[in-house]
């Protein structure tokens, strides 16, 4: 069945560091990629999203590319900022209909300044 | 516009007694879902409704869960005799058909402990 297996956290790091949380998927046919956020004390959010291969999603300096070909969707940013401390979830839903997303487990990351 | 609201916010109950928690959706749109979320994890899907229809409620763990949408707006999930382990966040969500790639926003959750 469709399952999104990211990266054990948690993961620290300092400011101005640089990023990388794994998300690899398994799926039938072409899903939705998708990373959310949430903040302390706050509700889930959609970060960025991509609904193609090769499709690149952006917002507030972090990246995330659909790579069919090793069915990833790795969440980047170049320089962190104590105020991104927060867990993150890759998630995914088939196609682009309406329909149930799938999470991963969510990555807590800290950051120190 | 409002987002997605979440009634109650916390909810302690004992075991054995029936809760109901309530969704109500960002205005017009017409897919509404609800996930759990145990400490630790990330959400799991229970339903989703298109318009005032369960579209999908693979989700649901057992019968002793049940949810709503009489009107196609508000939702209602219910959980009859609760046990321990249906201690969670219950989120919901909504999304629009005209929006592209499924973009679901999600209300603050309610936090239930049943003990």
């Known amino acids: 069945g469709d399952s999104v297996t990211q990266m054990e956290g948690p993961v620290t790091l300092s400011e101005e560091a640089f990023l990388t949380i794994n998300c690899t998927y398994t799926?039938?046919?072409?899903?939705?990629l998708f990373w959310y956020v949430q903040y302390p004390g706050e509700g889930l959010q959609l970060l960025l999203k991509?609904?193609?291969?090769?499709d690149k999603g952006s917002n507030k300096g972090f990246e995330a590319t659909y790579r069919k070909e090793t069915t990833s969707f790795h969440l980047e940013k170049g320089s962190v900022q104590v105020s991104d401390s927060a867990v993150y979830f890759c998630?995914?839903?088939?196609?682009?209909?309406?329909?149930?997303?799938?999470f991963g487990r969510g990555t807590q990351l800290t950051v120190w300044p | 516009g409002a987002g997605v609201s979440q009634t109650p916010s916390n909810k302690v109950t004992e075991k054995g007694k029936y809760v109901e928690l309530r969704c109500d959706p960002i205005?017009?749109?017409?897919?509404l879902y609800w996930y759990r979320q145990s400490l630790g994890q990330g959400p799991e899907f229970l339903i989703y409704?298109?318009?005032?229809?369960?579209?999908?409620d693979s989700g649901l763990p057992n019968d002793r869960f049940f949810a709503v949408r009489p009107e196609g707006s508000v939702s209602t999930l219910k959980i009859q005799r609760t046990e321990r382990g249906d201690s969670a966040v219950y989120l919901c969500?909504?999304?629009?058909?005209?929006?592209?790639?499924?973009?679901?926003?999600f209300g603050p959750g309610t936090r239930l402990t049943v003990l």
């Open positions: 969500a909504s999304s629009s058909p005209t929006g592209q790639g499924n973009e679901q926003f």
């Open positions: 799926a039938t046919g072409y899903p939705s």
């Open positions: 991509a609904t193609k291969a090769d």
């Open positions: 998630a995914l839903t088939r196609g682009s209909t309406l329909g149930r997303l799938y």
């Open positions: 205005s017009g749109h017409t897919a």
């Open positions: 409704f298109q318009g005032t229809g369960a579209a999908d």
